[in-house]
């Protein structure tokens, strides 16, 4: 399996609502990243997992909680969001956290918030 | 922090033609140079990359030059074709330290491949 997967692909929520945004990865690759991508912007970092430890939180605000419960897996917990966070969440991964390492992409979760 | 230029923002071109996209970062310290597609509605894809040791990478129609003295790089596609068009990212990052694989992106550029 040489692919980054997310579910769902699409959601919609309430400010007032909790979801979870999920990925997987069977490639062994121990680097997973999340990433914010606004229309016809560049996708920008929100967290990097390396080895199952959060090395990097880009100011990210705690309405957006991470967590990563084993090398395959990474979820994005959402609380309490604005509508300003509406856009596409990505999630990446990459053999390791050694910057040389191609980082492959999932499709995305379109997230709506009203 | 690593800021990264891309030009231009948008391009057009025939059929065949060639299309050339710039960009420039400001730390010197940055040492991998990938480049990355997205098609509307799809992931980004990674479709060349150049490591600082190096000053040009080809893969068939798509080749990638580096200029470390300017701190500049650029992403040349030749013969194009419609299937080309997309939004092209460059992308730049420090392999040392604490870097933890994190990519600084440029802005972008909407390529537009008219048969």
């Known amino acids: 399996d040489t692919e980054v997967t997310q579910t769902p692909k699409h959601l919609v929520m309430g400010m007032t609502n909790k979801k979870s945004l999920k990925c997987e990865q069977h490639?062994?690759?121990?680097?997973m990243y999340w990433y914010k991508q606004k229309a016809k912007k560049p996708p920008e970092l929100m967290f990097v997992?390396?080895?199952?430890?959060?090395?990097i939180n880009e100011s990210v605000p705690s309405r957006f909680s991470p967590e990563c419960p084993n090398s395959s897996l990474l979820n994005l917990h959402l609380h309490a969001l604005q509508p300003e966070d509406s856009a596409l969440y990505l999630c990446?991964?990459?053999?390791?956290?050694?910057?040389?390492?191609?980082?492959?992409f999932g499709p995305g979760t379109r997230l709506t918030v009203l | 922090g690593e800021n990264v230029e891309q030009h231009p923002s948008t391009l057009s071109v025939q059929e065949g033609d060639s299309a050339v996209i710039k960009c420039t970062y400001s730390?010197?310290?940055?040492?991998?140079f990938p480049w990355y597609k997205q098609e509307l509605g799809k992931r980004p894809q990674l479709i060349i990359d150049?490591?600082?040791?190096?000053g040009e990478k080809k893969d068939q129609r798509i080749a990638v030059t580096l200029n470390k003295t300017a701190k500049h790089f650029s992403l040349h596609i030749t013969e194009t074709q419609p299937e080309d068009s997309a939004v092209y990212f460059c992308a730049v990052t420090n392999a040392g330290g604490t870097s933890y694989g994190k990519l600084t992106f440029g802005q972008g550029t909407i390529l537009t491949v008219h048969p």
């Open positions: 990446a991964s990459s053999q390791s956290g050694a910057s040389y390492n191609e980082q492959f």
């Open positions: 730390d010197s310290a940055s040492n991998y």
């Open positions: 150049i490591r600082s040791n190096v």
């Open positions: 997992y390396s080895y199952e430890k959060l090395s």
């Open positions: 490639m062994g690759h121990r680097a």
